[in-house]
């Protein structure tokens, strides 16, 4: 099925237009748009992407490889970040790690059956002086504790 | 000597406090961009900007009054004629792509005193004659980019922003632009690229960005942090602001933010006259090692950095050597600068110390590292995306007991072998620090070898998570 952005999706993107000199350095900003709408960047995003800006597919779609963010295959609904790094693995990320493995019953990198929860390791997130810390969509949590860790799981599954 | 000071820290934790009204009321926001606008020529801003001394905030430590000289006197100017016809247009690039291990300071900057780095953006695009500032910030801080948005559009209600900033005929936009979480980016060239829309890899230098940078144009690329103190050193006078640091006297000057994480008992961001030792930073500010044990060895500056332990002393016999006043000291007694720490045998880096306790494993620790650096290489040039991927298979087999003498032999020669051959610093990033585990760590790597550190006895952190 044909990708379009949704309207206000839309409206977004030609805000953006006159920051750059060149159609091209729309790239991230229109894919984070799409991932943003769909959950995923699926080929007919990029199909839709290299249409609006006028470049190659393959362009586009080495740029969307090259990025540890954009997804390449849909995910759950939301996505669980645990920062896995050395100032976090010396205040506990590896213990983290094992919990919120247990506590969803899947690995890194694998979505709960119900597809609410994706879990995944990150390389370093900038909250270093806060650890150990994960990132549940937009949100940072810091200096997390065993309690924190499990309320802030039930509210991903409950949801 | 500690020396405290809230240049850029005094908004942090304040009611509001990365809003224009706070910026205004308590750092008497946007003075210095007026001033330095209204009065000022392009070249007085660049010859002034040389005298804070200010060492580039990255890691790299260039200065970077001498960062904005390189580019061109040419540039095009504003539809009103401004400018040189036939000029190519000049861009600011503001690197928060902070995403080094260990480096934590830039995001409570955007988060908490936003404000500052949108002036420091004024200063410098007009320094350079560029009229377009991006911020290129990680994409997974959410929160700062809706600070930094937010104290744009602020700024620009009030005309501090826009076509006539203060009334200058020197048109200045700033925008925010999101990675896609690449460490890479962080690379000058390599974010460029993701800027202009392509794989994040680096690019070959000549030509520097000063001449070629974003979209073909002379670009320069500073650091958040550099920019956001540039409010301060016009404020003050750039010589007076220099001064505060304790080495001034060696061209490392000013104010910056130091951070501790780790095994301290408390992580923290501070901000201080440039200067602090390792020993001041870890028991004074980061409140002394977790359960008051000795420290095997400390990162100074995000995970690039090759390590340093307490017993290593400063051997600087040269009365003419900077480091000579403190000759047969041990390394943490001596100030954190950008030419000290490289007369140490590491670099300064972000400043941000990661302090590893002792009973702590070592090998781990590498492997933990090598690990991150393997994610991260973006793969353009083989030694470093092979020699990472290798440095991790070995450090692992190391950790698990099942390596052998050769193996442990040979990662020297990887690691050596990444060293100088690859386009961007990555490589040196990743060889720099497995040369100093290595080095410094040798028999515990001996010991794995011989299958006298099993595996499930290695240990990480020093009290349990909880």
Same mark, same amino acid.
Not at chain 2, 97 to 101: I, L, V
Not at chain 2, 136 to 140: A, F, L, P, Q
Not at chain 2, 378 to 381: D, H, S, V
């Given at each position: 099925m044909p990708f379009a952005l949704s309207p206000d999706r839309e409206r977004k993107l030609q805000e953006m237009?006159?920051?750059?000199?060149?159609?091209?350095?729309l790239t991230l900003p229109l894919l984070h748009l799409c991932q943003e709408q769909a959950g995923y960047v699926s080929d007919d995003a990029i199909l839709f992407v290299s249409q609006r800006l006028d470049l190659p597919t393959s362009h586009v779609k080495g740029v969307v490889t090259f990025y540890?963010?954009?997804?390449?295959h849909p995910v759950g609904k939301h996505q669980v970040w645990v920062c896995r790094t050395l100032p976090c693995a010396l205040r506990g990320a590896y213990d983290v790690i094992e919990h919120c493995e247990k506590r969803l019953g899947i690995h890194c990198g694998e979505t709960t059956a119900d597809g609410k929860v994706t879990l995944r390791t990150a390389e370093c997130l900038a909250s270093c002086g806060t650890a150990p810390m994960m990132q549940v969509d937009k949100d940072y949590h810091e200096n997390l504790t065993r309690e924190r860790v499990d309320a802030i799981l039930k509210d991903l599954t409950d949801s | 000597m500690l020396k405290r000071t809230d240049?850029?820290?005094?908004?942090?934790?304040?009611?509001?406090?990365?809003t224009l009204g706070v910026y205004e009321r308590?750092?008497?926001?946007y003075q210095v961009a007026r001033r330095v606008l209204t009065t000022m020529t392009r070249e007085q801003v660049v010859e002034e900007a040389k005298?804070?001394?200010?060492?580039?905030?990255?890691?790299?430590?260039?200065p970077m009054g001498v960062k904005w000289s390189f580019?061109?006197?040419?540039s095009s100017g504003t539809a009103s004629g401004a400018g040189v016809p036939g000029a190519k247009p000049h861009y600011l690039v503001v690197n928060a792509?902070?995403?080094?291990?260990g480096t934590h300071k830039d995001r409570t900057l955007m988060e908490e005193n936003p404000h500052a780095c949108i002036e420091g953006c004024i200063i410098g695009c007009y320094g350079i004659g560029a009229h377009i500032a991006y911020i %290129?910030?990680?994409?997974?801080l959410h929160l700062a980019k809706a600070r930094l948005e937010g104290a744009i559009r602020e700024a620009r209600l009030k005309g501090?922003?826009?076509?006539?900033?203060?009334?200058?005929d020197h048109a200045i936009e700033v925008h925010v632009h999101s990675g896609?979480?690449? %460490?890479?980016?962080?690379e000058e060239t390599s974010m460029l690229n993701s800027l202009e829309g392509r794989r994040g890899e680096p690019r070959m230098k000549p030509p520097f960005p000063a001449n070629?940078?974003?979209?073909?144009c002379p670009t320069t690329v500073n650091n958040l942090e550099t920019l956001a103190v540039v409010p301060t050193a016009f404020g003050m006078g750039c010589e007076a602001f220099s001064k505060l640091s304790l080495l001034h006297s060696i061209g490392d000057g000013g104010v910056r933010l130091y951070g501790v994480n780790g095994h301290v008992k408390k992580g923290a961001i501070v901000e201080l006259a440039v200067g602090p030792t390792l020993n001041e930073l870890i %028991?004074?500010?980061?409140?002394?090692?977790q359960g008051d044990r000795g420290i095997l060895?400390?990162?100074?500056?995000? !995970?690039s950095t090759p390590i340093l332990r307490p017993e290593e002393l400063v051997k600087a016999?040269?009365?003419?050597?900077?480091?000579h006043p403190y000759d047969?000291? !041990?390394?943490?007694d001596v100030p954190l600068g950008v030419e000290t720490m490289r007369l140490c045998g590491t670099m300064l880096g972000t400043c941000c110390v990661t302090v590893i306790a002792q009973g702590t494993d070592p090998v781990w620790c590498l492997q933990n590292l090598m690990q991150f650096y393997t994610h991260e290489s973006?793969?353009?040039?083989t030694p470093c995306r092979e020699g990472s991927a290798w440095l991790l298979r070995v450090t692992t087999k190391l950790l698990d007991g099942q390596a052998s003498r050769a193996e442990l032999d040979g990662l020297h020669d990887i690691a050596n072998g990444i060293m100088g051959n690859t386009i961007c610093a990555f490589g040196e990033g990743t060889a720099m620090p497995a040369l100093a585990f290595i080095q410094k760590f040798r028999p515990e790597l001996e010991a794995c070898v011989r299958g006298e550190r099993p595996r499930d006895k290695a240990?990480? !952190?020093v009290e349990p998570w909880q």
């Open positions: 237009v006159g920051r750059y000199p060149t159609k091209m350095a540890t963010l954009f997804n390449q | 240049y850029l820290t005094r908004t942090y934790g304040k009611p509001q406090g990365w308590d750092l008497d926001g005298k804070a001394n200010i060492r580039g905030r990255g890691g790299a430590g260039f580019m061109p006197r040419a792509d902070e995403g080094e291990p %290129y910030v990680r994409d997974e501090y922003l826009g076509k006539t900033p203060f009334g200058k896609a979480g690449a %460490y890479i980016c962080g070629a940078g974003a979209f073909g %028991y004074d500010v980061g409140g002394g090692v060895c400390v990162i100074p500056g995000g !995970s016999p040269d009365p003419k050597s900077p480091l047969g000291k !041990s390394v943490f973006c793969g353009q040039c240990v990480l !952190s």
